[in-house]
């Protein structure tokens, strides 16, 4: 029976009013390389991966492969089954008509999709994950209302980490938080 990686990490959290600052915090934070970076906010802000050097998503090449994967998998089983297994001769027809495998090659292809998109997501990003650390703060509430916050993960005691909540601050943080606790 397989255990969880289970470890302690600190979370210097910074509350900013807008975007632009958000923006030009991420892209210095970035540059500074002080840490792992992840940004939250109230709605989606264009441009914020590019700032926080996040890389691009692989979800659209599994979602192309389920698909492909359900393309031929559902084209082969009607034609094994039409031609191979069990062949009948209605009128003189061809056992294998293209046309009528349409339907099925088509909705095995998105049934296949969806599911790997789905499963492939919580794969990758370790969903479900009732619990972050981030979540001790009482004023982190507000990310999900009208305030945009940046976090910096790293392996150091709160103590240590005076240097990142003076660059928080210097950046145009209104609010700087240090929580610590277990992520697996």
């Known amino acids: 029976?397989?255990?969880?990686?289970?470890?302690e990490k600190s979370f210097v959290l910074g509350e900013f009013k807008d975007t632009a600052?958000?923006?030009?915090?991420?892209?210095?934070?970035?540059?500074?390389?002080?840490g792992k970076l992840d940004a939250y906010s109230p709605y989606p802000v264009h441009?914020?991966?590019?700032?926080?050097?996040?890389?691009?998503s692989i979800v659209p090449r599994i979602a192309l492969t389920g698909g492909m994967m359900g393309v031929i998998g559902?084209?082969?089983?009607?034609?094994?089954?039409?031609?191979?297994?069990?062949?009948?001769?209605?009128?003189?027809?061809?056992?294998?008509?293209?046309?009528?495998?349409i339907p099925i090659t088509f909705e095995s292809g998105i049934l296949l999709t969806a599911l790997s998109?789905?499963?492939?997501?919580?794969?990758?990003?370790?969903?479900?994950?009732?619990?972050?650390?981030?979540f001790e703060s009482e004023t982190f509430r507000s990310a999900?209302?009208?305030?945009?916050?940046?976090?910096?993960?790293?392996?150091?005691?709160?103590?240590?980490?005076?240097?990142?909540?003076?660059?928080?601050?210097a950046l145009g943080a209104v609010h700087v938080e240090t929580v610590r606790g277990a992520i697996e």
């Open 74 to 101: 559902g084209y082969s089983l009607q034609y094994w089954c039409n031609v191979i297994d069990y062949p009948i001769n209605i009128g003189g027809r061809p056992l294998h008509g293209f046309p009528s495998n």
């Open 21 to 34: 600052t958000l923006l030009s915090a991420g892209r210095a934070l970035q540059a500074a390389n002080l």
């Open 1 to 7: 029976m397989g255990s969880w990686k289970v470890e």
């Open 144 to 169: 999900s209302l009208d305030r945009f916050w940046i976090s910096i993960e790293s392996d150091l005691l709160p103590q240590d980490l005076k240097s990142h909540e003076e660059k928080l601050r």
């Open 47 to 56: 441009g914020i991966e590019a700032a926080l050097g996040i890389p691009k």
């Open 117 to 134: 998109i789905f499963f492939g997501s919580m794969f990758l990003f370790g969903l479900p994950r009732p619990y972050h650390p981030v």
